[in-house]
């Protein structure tokens, strides 16, 4: 069974520039949700989507978007990038149907790693 | 909202000794998800251990155990006979397990414990 995939794992970008990343869960896994981590700030919830339809959203700023696609797969958008954008974004999936609990475990991606310059 | 606090920010531990690594969190949830990952230098965040809030018993997976206190919010992870390959920053996280809150989804994690094992 293939994991979490994510692209591209490594990217570089100029402020003021977009990007947008890419992540495919584990098939029947209908719960995708996106984290960044910084060494300063460590692991953030930045946010999740089930159905297509977004179910929780971090404190990020509205440059931060994201979106589901009705095979699950999902994607997040960056806009007008700044310095502190620079980060390793994690993807990860989930087991979710609805409001029945599932064992809750999240299987992460090997992230991209996104460099402002 | 959930907090989750990792106390050791650096821990080091001799192969084969055991190392126990902190975690406390504060939630008026009674229903939830606590898990440990390992996050190698490769960056892949894997699975160690997972807890379920309403599970009294103690999880164990192989050399990993957790020490799970609910009323104290602690929830520690027992590392037993270290191996080299158990180098890594750890990372203690809850989920809420109530599906239909606007939490669910979401992991909230501690700040990490990088762990070095010393041949």
């Known amino acids: 069974k293939a994991g979490v995939t994510q692209t591209p794992r490594y990217l570089i970008k100029t402020r003021g520039q977009q990007v947008t990343l890419s992540c495919s869960p584990i098939?029947?896994?209908?719960?995708v949700s996106w984290y960044q981590q910084t060494p300063g700030q460590g692991l953030q919830f930045l946010f999740e989507?089930?159905?297509?339809?977004?179910?929780n959203k971090g404190n990020f700023p509205g440059r931060f978007s994201g979106r589901q696609f009705s095979n699950s797969r999902s994607e997040m958008n960056v806009s007008t990038l700044e310095l502190g954008d620079s980060a390793l974004y994690l993807c990860?999936?989930?087991?979710?149907?609805?409001?029945?609990?599932?064992?809750?475990?999240?299987?992460f991606g090997e992230g991209s790693r996104l460099t402002v310059l | 909202a959930q907090t989750v606090t990792q106390s050791q920010p650096e821990m080091s531990v001799q192969e084969a000794e055991t190392v126990t690594l902190s975690c406390t969190y504060d939630?008026?949830?009674?229903?939830?998800?606590l898990f440990w990952y390992k996050q190698p230098p490769s960056r892949q965040m894997i699975l160690v251990i997972r807890?379920?809030?309403?599970?009294?018993q103690n999880a164990t997976e192989n050399r990993f155990s957790v020490n799970f206190q609910k009323a104290a919010k602690s929830f520690s992870l027992k590392i037993s006979d270290s191996q080299l390959g158990d180098a890594a920053m750890y990372f203690c996280?809850?989920?809420?397990?109530?599906?239909?809150?606007?939490?669910?989804?979401?992991?909230?994690f501690g700040q990490g414990t990088i762990l070095t094992v010393h041949p």
């Open positions: 990860a999936s989930s087991l979710r149907t609805g409001h029945v609990v599932s064992t809750g475990e999240l299987f």
């Open positions: 098939s029947g896994h209908r719960s």
């Open positions: 989507y089930f159905s297509e339809t977004q179910r």
């Open positions: 939630t008026s949830e009674s229903d939830y998800y």
């Open positions: 807890q379920e809030a309403y599970k009294q």
């Open positions: 996280a809850y989920r809420s397990a109530w599906a239909g809150g606007t939490s669910y989804g979401k992991l909230t």
